[in-house]
């Protein structure tokens, strides 16, 4: 008889908007169970722990890393804490799934790594998006070739987001700004599917507050690839990202980070653009036949599609997707492995100096003394 392994027994650091969705993530994820949570304040946190049914409340995040049942803790925090917050779990030996970004900056994030690996704790940044099984989907087909070489991918994330100087969108203090937070995913997709890119340039639109509302990036690649990039805390943006290779196309429907299904189409391997037309327009009695029956009435609708070969997958996601990222956790630590090899450390610090090179590029820098 075999017997069923121990729930893993995960704690929250934090108690906002993304705790309240990892907790109804959680819920779904078989071999989980959420032990405890930690706020900076106990009425928060027991309140949080009557409405997710969390058994454990801690008034400090000091008291819940020191909770000798917790295996795990899902840092929830701003940005500008994720450092303190991650060093706090790792120094008390807990595993750690921290939200992104990693940390505020490249230095800082090492920091973080350099602790896990002296530990020899679990990490990883909580990039949910690498863990849709969509996004698996799109990196097997590129992997495998079946879209040819990747030529360009393009990617933008934005929403109108209320402005408020003093939440973590616009304050500085708080790391705000659109690349911090929407533009780790356009980022952290061109990584996964194209890896590291050899230059990166940008622009930003600095608002009243000094963050970025809106910015684009341009990365490119040593085999001639090119990925553009945006971010926006002001424009509804498409939210899709397209890849194009050499023999096909994907198209990740909105929101790209959270797809349920995707269009693949395969594309002629001939050079589609030539210096002079090959086709010649049909001349007389020919020209005037076709002409008539593209009058007729669908004929149009029908000829495209006929023509077009793309396929559409679907698949919708299992729970709110957070669950996706708190699974291979999960299965990370029940293999006795430090990190994840779909979004592992060093792919996290390599974002972030990206995200530094954009941001010394604009003249954007956080306070360097930022509050805790
Ligand atoms: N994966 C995603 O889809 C996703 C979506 C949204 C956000 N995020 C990431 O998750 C992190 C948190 O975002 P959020 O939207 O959940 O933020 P939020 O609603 O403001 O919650 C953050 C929580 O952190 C704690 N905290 C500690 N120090 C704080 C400070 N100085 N100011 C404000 N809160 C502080 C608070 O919990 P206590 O009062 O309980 O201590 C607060 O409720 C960010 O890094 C963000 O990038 C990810």
Redesign the pocket.
Known sequence: MTSTPSPIRWGI??????????AQGLRVVPGSQLWA?????AA??EE?ARIYQVPKAYSS?QDLVEDPAVDVVY????????QH?CLLCLEAGKAVLC???LAMTASAAQEIIDQARQQQVFCME????RFMPLIQRVKQIIDKGDIGEILTLTAEFGYPTEFDPQ??FFNPA??GGAL??RG?YPLSLAFYLLGEPLAVTGQAYLGNTGVDEQSAYLLSYGGGAIAQLSASLRAYTTNRATITGTTGRIIIHPPF?RPDHISITPLSPEPVVTTHSPYRSPTGLKARLENQVKQLPGVKQIANRLRDRTQTLWSAPVGN??NYEAAEVNQCLRQGLLESSIMPLEESLRILQVMDKLRQQWGLAYPQDL??
């Open positions: 650091l934090g108690s906002g908007a993304i705790a309240r969705q990892f949570i930690g706020s900076r304040a928060t946190a949080f995040y840092v929830a925090t701003p940005h500008l804490r994720h917050d939200e992104k970004p909580a990039m949910w998006m939440n973590r708080l790391g911090l937070d780790s980070c997707g957070l509050q805790i």
